[in-house]
C-alpha cells in the first residue's frame, strides 16, 4: 500500500521517510507514530528557517521558539500554526509521558499530512493537487515488518542530518518572503480539515490555556 506522503519523496525525502515511519508505528507503537510526527514536523519548521534564510533564534533555539519566530514573521497561517505545536506537544507527552493513544495518532497523522500537503504547495510544487487520505492498514504481523522498519529508520536518520537543498536541487530557493507568504495563505485556503481535526486543535489550545477537557 502506497504511504500518504508518498507525494514528498522527490522533493523532500526526509519528510516522505518520517511520515511513512509514523504510518507504519501507528497501530504497534503509537507512542513512535507520535515521535515520528513531532520529528516530521520540527524537520518542516528547520527547511522553512533554511529556504527562507531566517535567522534562527540566537539564545534558546527551541523548537517553540523557532515557531513562534516563523509566525512573528508571517510565515505561518493559524492553522499551521496550531498544527505545529499540536505535533510539538503530543511528541514531548510521547517521550516524557509515554502517551500512546491510538485515536489521538489516527487523528494526528491525518493532520500531520494536512501539514505535509501544505509545506508542499509552499515550498515544493504550488500546483500540487492531493489524493484523498486513506488510514494505513496494519502491516505489523507480516514476516517482513521489523526489517523494514530498521531500514527505514535507518534512511531517515541518514536524511534528517543533510538540509532541504542538498537532497533536492528541484526546490527554487529564490523565491522572495514576501511571494512564500502569498503561497502559504493561499495554499491554507485550498485545506479543509474536518470537523473532527478542528475540534481535535481546538481542545489542544484550550488545553495549552489551562483547560480540562472531557
Known sequence: MSSNFSFLAEKFPAIEKLGSLAENYLYSDPNSCFYKMGALSETIVNYMFELDGIKPPETD?????????????????????????????????????GFDSL???????????????????????????????????????EAD???????????????????????????????????RKKFADNAIKNLKLSEKETRYLIDEQLRKDGWEMD
Not at 493559524?78 to 505545529?84: A, F, Q
Not at 487523528?107 to 510544487?125: A, C, H, P, S
Open 103 to 141: 485515536d489521538d495518532c489516527k487523528t494526528l497523522l491525518k493532520i500531520t499530512r494536512t501539514l505535509g500537503i501544505w509545506f508542499m504547495q509552499v515550498y515544493g510544487d504550488w500546483q500540487y493537487k492531493p489524493e484523498p487520505f486513506i488510514l494505513p492498514e496494519d502491516t505489523s504481523h
Open 145 to 179: 515488518y521489523k526489517k523494514l522498519l530498521a531500514e527505514m529508520e535507518k534512511l531517515a536518520a541518514e536524511l534528517e542530518t543533510a538540509t532541504a537543498a542538498s537532497l533536492s536541487k528541484t526546490i527554487d530557493t529564490t523565491v522572495s518572503i514576501n511571494k
Open 61 to 97: 533555539n527551541t523548537l517553540v521558539n523557532k515557531i513562534n519566530v516563523l509566525k512573528h514573521e508571517g510565515m505561518l497561517p493559524k492553522e499551521i500554526n496550531e498544527i505545529l505545536h499540536a505535533l510539538r506537544k503530543k511528541r514531548n507527552q510521547a517521550v516524557h509521558e
